[in-house]
């Protein structure tokens, strides 16, 4: 199972907090990063954030793979992340559509560009 976990620095996290916080972390990051379980992963512009998609067999991995060092100074918010199949999504947009009196959808071309 994917999932988008959004992360972003507690507001109360300040000033000798955030110095003791990048201590523990930085260490708990590098692991997270390490593992097989990570796909991708980014910061966040203008933010005290990051992101990862994960992959785990379980939701109740994301407990252990995130730990108390992030959800105990973190923001965090953790959505499941679907696959999507271009054609089932054109097919549907099409009927979509199709029923309201529009639009022909030909996803060969929108493959080509």
Not at 15 to 32: F, N, S
Not at 59 to 67: A, K, N, S, V, W
Not at 71 to 86: E, I, R, W
Request: charged fraction near 35%; charge should be negative.
């Amino acid at each position: 199972m994917r999932f988008h976990i959004y992360m972003e620095v507690r507001d109360t996290v300040v000033l000798d907090d955030d110095k003791r916080m990048r201590e523990v972390l930085g260490p708990h990051i590098q692991r997270l990063l390490e593992s097989d379980k990570v796909l991708e992963s980014g910061l966040l512009s203008g933010k005290r954030g990051a992101f990862f998609i994960v992959d785990v067999d379980a939701p109740e991995e994301l407990h252990e793979l995130l730990g108390p060092e992030i959800s105990g100074n973190f923001k965090t918010d953790v959505q499941p992340v679907a696959p999507l199949d271009f054609d089932k999504f054109a097919e549907q947009i099409e009927d979509y559509f199709s029923d309201v009196g529009g639009v022909d959808v030909d996803s060969s071309e929108a493959e080509e560009s």
